[in-house]
């Protein structure tokens, strides 16, 4: 049985990082590798990990170089990317692995998400969340840990959509990162608020000229038009005929998406 190496970066994460070290601990999947990469958090984000993990660790200045961290000390044949803030359902990694071998020209594994917490902002967020599957906008987590280092890994002077050139640059390998199991991560976004996720939506669009740029020198100019363009963003929405079974909720997403590139603009525009 393959080892599988779970990597997760941290920063303040105390508050959900338990819930998700736990719920990997509980896979049905016995072979697997946790490292935590930690942002030299304030919190007691690092001695819950220290609790758990395999292999604890820190790194800073941004997530890009803790994955990048984990990469490099990972044992495993396989390399799962994970969120502070995300549980996994108990079987997820096994049916990741189940696909993955089923198929040399798999190159990258999507996972399903649900947003869970408390509140409308999470309604809005789940709802937004359930049209990306199958699209670009959802990025493939799990992969051979062989063609993650051919490509070196994440780009660390981005901060803006970095999980998603990743398999991006594993496609040029000539491989599919389109492939997605049926069971889910919960990701808990219950302590967001709109302040919180626009701010964060602003530092973003800081690094956006960054990113353009990047992915036209890897040449994956196309999906990056669909994640950051507002038209084909939001046909993603208009195309499905489900977004119109909850008037409420589609009305706020479409809001929520308008405020997210008006801040993304701020923030390209305040670096120029």
């Known amino acids: 049985m393959e080892l599988v190496s779970v990597v997760i970066p941290t920063y303040n994460s105390s508050r959900t990082i338990e819930n998700c070290l736990i719920s990997i601990h509980n896979q049905d ?38 994955k ?16 502070s803030d995300m549980s996994l359902a108990p079987d ?8 993955f071998e089923s198929s040399k020209n798999i190159g990258g594994i999507a996972i399903p998400e649900k947003t869970v917490g408390e509140g409308f902002f ?5 709802f937004e969340r359930s049209f990306y599957t199958g699209t670009d906008i959802e990025s493939a987590r799990f992969f051979l840990a062989e063609d993650v280092r051919k490509v070196w890994g994440f780009e660390e002077d981005l901060i803006f ?20 199991i049926k069971k889910y991560i919960a990701h808990d976004e ?16 800081r690094s956006m000229n960054q990113y353009k740029k990047r992915v036209r020198e890897i040449g994956v100019r196309e999906t ?3 994640q950051t363009r507002v038209i084909p963003r939001v046909m993603i929405f208009l195309w499905n005929k489900n977004f119109y079974t909850h008037p409420i909720l589609a ?22």
């Not at 997820?92 to 696909?99: A, D, G, H, K, Q």
């Open 251 to 272: 009305i706020s997403t479409l809001g929520l998406k308008g405020l997210e590139f008006w801040s993304w603009a701020v923030g390209l525009l305040t670096k120029r």
């Open 92 to 99: 997820v990694i096994s049916e990741c692995v189940t696909l």
């Open 190 to 205: 219950s302590n967001i608020t709109l302040g919180k996720w626009l701010k964060k939506k602003y530092y973003y669009g």
């Open 29 to 66: 999947y016995p072979n697997i590798e946790i490292i935590v990469v930690d942002n030299f958090s304030t919190d007691s984000t690092f001695e819950i990990a220290e609790k758990y993990a395999d292999l604890p660790l820190q790194k800073w200045p941004e997530r890009t170089a803790q």
């Open 224 to 226: 990056a038009e669909t």
């Open 161 to 180: 959509f970095e999980e998603s050139l990743l398999p991006q640059k594993i496609e040029k390998l000539g491989k599919s990162t389109k492939n997605a």
């Open 122 to 126: 999470v309604k809005v967020r789940d």
């Open 68 to 83: 990048n961290l984990g990469i490099e000390k990972a044992s495993g044949k396989y390399i799962c990317f994970i969120d």
